[in-house]
């Protein structure tokens, strides 16, 4: 198609970019089941994350934390019982407008902190397929898709894979966290990562062993750098 058909296309009334096909999308499911607050649960607006009163008492995550083998970690807020009711819908697979409101402000944070001029490509932290099929989806895959969608950068995923299952991260300790998951994560697709700057992205991070050894296993095949975000990180004084 020659650029002069493409730009005539565009005109046509009918036709209409991934933004605006994204909106009439949620335009007419929120017809269907109304957008919802993913704290609360009260009706929203249709382009709404939360409602004005949840919003209003969600803490930022301010101050530094250092992961191994990464380049910069970013997160929107600090994980308290203010945002939690959000995070565990998602973990009991209702995700309802949580992906869309948790990654939305994840990605106005990591545009202030200007990560989307160093990175190419974006990449979720990956599930055991089993654990998947019995949630029906992996909820860092719908936030950095939603990331994506709004810093303009392409989500990879299937590039890394979790190969088999790990215990429970909350039952250990740093030490044992970082062990546990050994060998755990595997790079299916060399070529996807080699050389990029990726940003790695997990819903909520507590110690940062899982994105730690994410990074590691991406530099040792090749890529070029490793940013790190999560919508809600642990208070950095409750660190073990
Ligand atoms: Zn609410």
Redesign the pocket.
């Known amino acids: 198609m020659t650029d002069k058909i493409k730009r005539a296309v565009k005109r046509l009334p009918f036709a209409m970019n991934a933004d605006r096909a994204y909106s009439l999308k949620r335009r007419v499911l929120h017809l269907l089941f109304p957008n919802r607050?993913?704290?609360?649960?009260?009706i929203?607006g249709c382009d709404d994350r939360?409602?004005?009163?949840?919003?209003s008492k969600l803490n930022s995550f301010e101050g530094s934390f250092n992961i191994p083998e990464t380049d910069s970690f970013t997160a929107a807020f600090v994980y308290d019982k203010e945002v939690s009711p959000a995070v565990i819908l998602m973990k009991n697979g209702v995700c309802g407008n949580a992906p869309y409101a948790l990654g939305g402000e994840l990605a106005e944070r990591l545009i202030s902190d200007g990560i989307p001029d160093n990175i190419d490509i974006i990449v979720p932290v990956p599930m055991y397929r089993a654990d998947v099929w019995s949630r029906s989806y992996n909820q860092a895959e719908l936030i950095a898709k939603e990331v994506g969608r709004m810093l303009g950068k392409p989500c990879v995923t299937g590039a890394v894979v979790k190969i088999r299952k790990t215990a429970d991260q909350k039952r250990l300790d740093h030490i044992k966290r970082r062990y546990n998951l050994k060998g755990a994560f595997a790079v299916t697709d060399t070529g996807a990562v080699s050389g990029r700057r990726i940003l790695l992205i997990d819903d909520v991070c507590t110690t940062g062993s899982t994105l730690a050894e994410i990074a590691a296993l991406l530099k040792a095949n090749g890529t070029a750098s490793v940013h790190c975000a999560a919508c809600c990180k642990t208070p950095l004084a409750a660190k073990k």
Do not use: L, M, V, Y
Request: proline letters at 8%; glycine letters at 8%; aromatic letters at 8%.
């Open positions: 607050c993913p704290i609360c649960s009260c929203i939360f409602c004005g009163e949840c919003r």
